[in-house]
């Protein structure tokens, strides 16, 4: 079988949502794995979502929380809301009670990327108070780290990412992820894919 890895997020202007598809596309690239794209439910009605000026969604599946104990890993993605994750993300969460309460996500491996409005926006902190969800349930945070090579240490142009996970600045909106986003995005996908695949062991191979 399969291993299974799911891209969950939450994308208001669609800075995340390029990540995502980004990571999903490193780790289809993984021999023997599964990659999925989902979308946590909006929380806001479109009347408010339109004064804001955000577009439409895209046609990624709604995922609900009894979807995720299918999953063999997970990349997780949000933007940030004052140095931590957006509130519709952190709802999608709090209604995986059912789940915690019986460990089905427990030693899964989990990754986290984000999109921040500025370089001091919470590049770090967002992915760090984040854990904390992982941690309840028994997750395995899996970072970046510095696997990314001499993309991490980009210092002529600005660059979102760190090593807790792929990243991107947003700005007043108009900025998009850059090329080297992108591929620290397709590297964290296929990072943890190889390490769900590993985790699974024979089956997943």
Known sequence: MATKVYIVYYSMYGHVEKLAQEIRNGAASVEGVEAKLWQVPETLPEEVLSK???PPKNDAPIIT???L?????FVFGFP????MMAAQFKAFLDATGGLWRTQQLAGKPAGIFYSTGS?????ETTALTAITQLVHHGMIFVPSGYTFGAGMFEMEKVKG????????FAGDGSRQPTELEMEQAFHQGKYIAA???KLKGPAGA
């Open 52 to 54: 804001m000026s955000a």
């Open 65 to 67: 929380p009894n979807e």
């Open 69 to 73: 104990a299918e999953a063999d890993g």
């Open 80 to 83: 940030t809301r004052f140095g």
């Open 119 to 123: 370089q001091g926006g919470g590049q």
């Open 161 to 168: 990412g760190s090593p807790y996970g792929a990243g991107t």
């Open 195 to 197: 390490i769900s695949k």
